[in-house]
């Protein structure tokens, strides 16, 4: 009798333990990214986002133009791929099921952007030339003295194809909207200023030369002011800091990693095109270097006065020996003077 009675919920427990265990199939997105004119497109960033969760996963298109993006639970997802200024228009597809254990596949076409096809119309195009045109010896990632990664060399800052929305106050949202409103047209940039962290140039591609010793990083850059000084001999912040357009930078080394804390900004700055910033401006930057020719930097960026809460982005950085450092001039942008005009 015992028997009889348990039999029926071993049953059961064993169909409830193989329900759950279907439902938990893991499922996958492949298929093609294509141009407007159906050409290939290579090493595309891709993004899958689960709705109902957030989550998201990432990948890049091969040479071929395919994608594959497995271990997803099932859901309903939004399909995303942007490439850098300008050649194409970021893509965002309208919500897509996948089902329990599915093998979907989901082909893209993009739509032509907005660029003239002129040299360095396109930020991507010109990066991925640059990248080509590199000569990266086999070699093992160079070390210092002390035995810590060596970042002397002149990189290259890539970009976050899908970088995290800022949660800004009600004053910084309020401002923003009206620099966008008034086309950007105060900004420092359009008048001979400095930009902002972490290599204030103004035109890209962006290129920091890196002069490593061990009391003292020096980071050259084509932009004004033209070079930023991190102090590697132990030092803290100075107690009564003068407000300056790069702050006061101090590093350190934890294990492998490089992190540098700066503050002591002015309120005068703009962060990216349009966020204003505060004397309160907090910026803390952690160089990974991870091969003989690639850097990671994870950026946080801190202001009470402009965001809720710190955010944080991350940007690849790549070795560009074959590239140099040209002469900047800016000569106080006249043709501002004509801007209304």
């Not at 000084?229 to 357009?245: A, L």
């Not at 930078?249 to 002591?264: A, P, Y």
């Amino acid at each position: 009798m015992k028997i009889k009675k348990i039999l029926p919920s071993v049953l059961l427990l064993v169909l409830l333990t193989a329900t759950a265990g279907a439902q938990d199939k893991d499922g996958e997105f492949q298929g093609l990214v294509t141009g407007p004119f159906d050409g290939l497109v290579a090493d595309a960033p891709m993004r899958v986002v689960h709705i109902a969760s957030g989550d998201s996963w990432q990948t890049r298109t091969d040479a071929d133009g395919r994608y594959q993006i497995d271990g997803l639970p099932a859901g309903d997802y939004r399909l995303q791929v942007r490439l850098p200024c300008c050649e194409y228009v970021p893509y965002q597809s309208e919500p897509v099921e996948l089902g329990s254990g599915a093998d979907r596949t989901f082909n893209i076409q993009l739509k032509q952007g907005f660029q003239l096809n002129t040299i360095g119309d396109d930020v991507g195009i010109a990066t991925a030339q640059i990248l080509a045109e590199q000569d990266l010896p086999d070699l093992p990632m160079p070390e210092t003295v002390d035995g810590k990664p060596d970042l002397t060399g002149m990189w290259m800052y890539g970009s976050d194809p899908f970088p995290p929305m800022p949660k800004l106050t009600d004053w910084a949202k309020k401002l923003v909207a009206e620099r966008t409103e008034n086309h950007f047209i105060e900004s420092p940039r359009f008048r001979c200023l400095p930009t902002s962290l972490p290599i204030p140039t103004h035109t890209p591609p962006i290129f920091g030369k890196f002069v490593h010793t061990p009391d003292l990083i020096v980071i050259l850059y084509e932009g004004i002011l033209g070079f930023r000084q991190i102090f590697m001999d132990g030092r803290d912040h100075p107690e009564d800091i003068d407000p300056s357009w790069l702050g006061h930078s101090i590093g350190r080394w934890e294990d492998d990693v490089l992190v540098v804390d700066t503050i002591g900004f002015n309120d005068r700055g703009w962060t990216g095109l349009t966020h204003p910033r505060s004397e309160e401006f907090h910026v803390i930057e952690r160089y990974r270097r991870t091969s003989y020719g690639g850097m990671e930097l994870e950026l946080t960026i801190k202001d009470p006065a402009v965001y809720r809460e710190a955010w944080v982005k991350q940007m690849p950085i790549y070795l560009a020996p074959n590239e140099a450092l040209y002469e900047f001039v800016c000569e106080n942008e006249k043709w501002l003077n004509s801007a209304g005009d």
